[in-house]
């Protein structure tokens, strides 16, 4: 059982930035997927970011594209989110999640994703 655990929420002016971090219990030298996903109340989730944990292949949702950066140390068993120019709308939910063994990570759909953090709360104001 792999165990995900989020840190770094917190609250932001519109414009700013924040760094989310995520604790992994497996270890990343193998052909697995890490991504980070996000949830506003009513709304679906959707996927912001993943990355291949060897090879550190990136993949991002067009919004984000040139704003946000994912990042994975394999020493550390962690991911990360860089948010740069965060935007009100901006405000959710952040999860990170993980697959292993996977053939690709050009993937941001929640059901490709096995395991689940608890989240961490992002909140951007105007």
């Known amino acids: 059982q792999v165990q995900l655990v989020e840190s770094g929420g917190g609250s932001v002016q519109a414009g700013g930035s924040l760094r989310l971090s995520c604790s992994v219990s497996?270890?990343?030298?193998?052909?697995?997927?890490l991504a980070w996903f996000r949830q506003a109340p009513g709304k679906e989730r959707e996927g912001v970011a993943s990355?291949?944990?060897?090879?550190?292949?990136?993949y991002y949702d067009d919004p984000v594209k040139g704003r946000f950066t994912i990042s994975r140390d394999n020493a550390k068993r962690a991911l990360y989110l860089q948010m740069d120019s965060l935007k009100p709308e901006e405000t959710d939910i952040y999860y990170c999640?993980?697959?292993?063994?996977?053939?690709?990570?050009?993937?941001?759909?929640?059901?490709?994703?096995?395991?689940w953090g608890q989240g961490t709360q992002v909140t951007v104001s105007s």
């Open positions: 990355i291949y944990t060897r090879l550190g292949y990136t």
């Open positions: 497996e270890r990343l030298t193998g052909d697995h997927c």
């Open positions: 999640a993980a697959r292993l063994w996977a053939v690709t990570c050009q993937q941001l759909a929640d059901n490709w994703y096995n395991y």
